[in-house]
């Protein structure tokens, strides 16, 4: 990886991120800063896509995840911003992109699939969502983005990104677009605090990173452990016990750690004990990320104003590559 | 029908323009120009979609389909022509309008079902191709157009780009963007040479406003008349004879026309003679056409610049169309 390598990523606006999504992704961007060229993208239309009904709590959610980006230590002296409804280029190549890709092959696409499940779209899914792996062809390559740091679960949309690329490319017989290498993160995937595989706001089992020290406290006594676990005295399990999962992540005392999980093995250590020691460290590692959002948060306007300037300098290198593509198809005048 | 009325049409640049398209169309915008707002539009990111094999071939056609406006007269100090991907705004209407449009719905659209099966797409349909009555919503209402005059076979579309604008209208509980009508031309469709419902380029059914007169003469002696009229003297069926098709609609003599029906079905009118009858009457009314077309084709860049012109309009007109929208859906920064 050098600093030739263009990496975007984004989150789509729906709410404040939380801690799967440091883990899983925002603590990557921050090494990733000093590495490559990096985009981070803020999805409003995206979110825009299963969010017709509700468009407000997505521009409302713009702030707050440029807040979250500032406050977890993206630096937008190293990493461009972008709002991605503000650069119609990336509209242009999804129009350009959705005639090199069947219907079928969408329909087909696991990701897709697996979210048309869980969103309950049925027979009523729109246009606009079943293309929505199109749309992030665009976001990518808008950019000429070549590596994506994702979760295994989104490789399908980055292979669908690939097609389109390829065809363009040995169509046109150009070299326009380059192809996208996914990116694995150490940890992908934190579990909620219910135990389930993803931390998410729509589950309901989220520590957000602006939860201030109270709520994080009680959130966590509200964790799944061991449910054979009952009086002190018993031993408990590790395995699958949310608790220790998060020690692992967030505690730097692994010495620490590990006595906890021998005593908690061997019986005689109780949940709520280790469940307040969590909330220590978590709020400990939270406490530079609230005072910074914080102080961001003053100045709303500023932390907007760095997205608008980065998208800005995105509509510039959007243009470029739109000329280029519409070129490669004949249609540059 | 008034000065307040936006009325928008626009062909697709696979081919010159030919007679069909001067009944079907052309002539009801040399009308429109005088009482309403028209745009035309070269619809190339449309053609575009069945034509990504050979894109060259759309982007060769723009001038051609332009001289074929200014030769029939439509007059740049009346009407504003625009190149459809010249129009940012378009695209992202396009993206914007479907997230209010189910993939079924698409699939059920009557328009769409009967292209998909004449252009043998199969389960080979694109998502471009499928959205395509999405694109023509965006095209309409990117410059708020109300009146689109098309035959009845594109009610359909129409009426899908109708169903977006209630929604959008509906939901976010503004004004926006007006219904939209379809305003019926007296006589919808021209039959081919050959007697098919449809005059089109690619059934090789043609004649086009460009062809020289011995082409026109020689077209016409190809055509499709009464199969059972073999010998001079037969008495001659003129329902379905396309000689007499044509001179109802281009000669302007209909008592001459009546003469030589009245004589044809009598017997003693022989199909050579009443062809070459024809090729006069149409090369009288195409001959203005073409001594005007080789006038404009002298300076390609002059004619081209007239869409180049209005497309700058139009993207003002559009910046506009979109920031509205844009504000409805709380997206407008």
Redesign the interface.
């Known amino acids: 990886m050098t600093k030739k390598d263009i990496v975007l990523t984004g989150d789509r606006p729906t709410g404040p991120l939380h801690l799967g999504h440091f883990v899983g992704s925002l603590q990557k961007r921050v090494e990733l800063q000093d590495i490559c060229k990096q985009y981070v993208m803020i999805a409003?239309?995206q979110a825009?896509?299963d969010n017709?009904?509700n468009?407000?709590k997505?521009?409302d959610n713009v702030l707050q995840v440029m807040l979250d980006y500032l406050a977890v230590g993206i630096d937008p002296n190293k990493t461009t911003f972008f709002?991605q409804?503000?650069i119609?280029?990336i509209?242009?190549l999804?129009?350009?992109y959705?005639?090199?890709?069947?219907?079928?092959r969408?329909r087909r696409n696991p990701t897709v699939k697996t979210e048309i499940q869980q969103k309950e779209f049925g027979?009523?899914?729109?246009?606009?969502?079943?293309?929505y792996p199109?749309?992030q062809a665009a976001d990518i390559t808008v950019v000429k983005g070549n590596l994506v740091p994702v979760g295994a679960d989104q490789y399908p949309v980055l292979e669908q990104a690939n097609e389109i690329v390829r065809k363009i490319n040995s169509?046109y017989k150009v070299q326009v677009l380059p192809e996208i290498k996914a990116v694995e993160s150490k940890v992908p995937r934190l579990s909620g605090l219910d135990g389930k595989a993803k931390m998410s706001k729509s589950l309901g089992n989220a520590i957000f990173l602006s939860d201030d020290a109270d709520t994080v406290l009680k959130k966590v006594m509200t964790m799944y452990t061991d449910p054979d676990h009952v009086r002190v005295e018993d031993p408990g399990k590790i395995e699958g016990n949310v608790v220790f999962t998060y020690l692992d992540v967030f505690d730097p005392d692994k010495q620490k750690v590990q006595e906890l999980k021998d005593h908690y093995q061997k019986g005689g250590l109780g949940d709520v004990k280790v469940k307040r020691y969590l909330a220590e460290v978590l709020n400990t590692f939270l406490d530079p990320i609230r005072t910074k959002r914080l102080e961001f948060a003053k100045d709303p306007q500023a932390a907007?104003d760095i997205a608008?300037k980065g998208s800005l300098q995105v509509r510039e290198i959007g243009a470029q590559t739109l000329k280029e593509v519409?070129t490669a198809?004949?249609?540059e005048?």
């Open positions: 409003d239309y825009f896509t017709v009904d468009p407000q997505v521009r709002i409804s503000l119609p280029q509209a242009e999804y129009f350009i959705l005639n090199f890709v069947t219907v079928n969408l027979e009523n899914v729109t246009a606009g969502f079943l293309t199109v749309h169509l907007l608008f519409k198809i004949s249609l005048y």
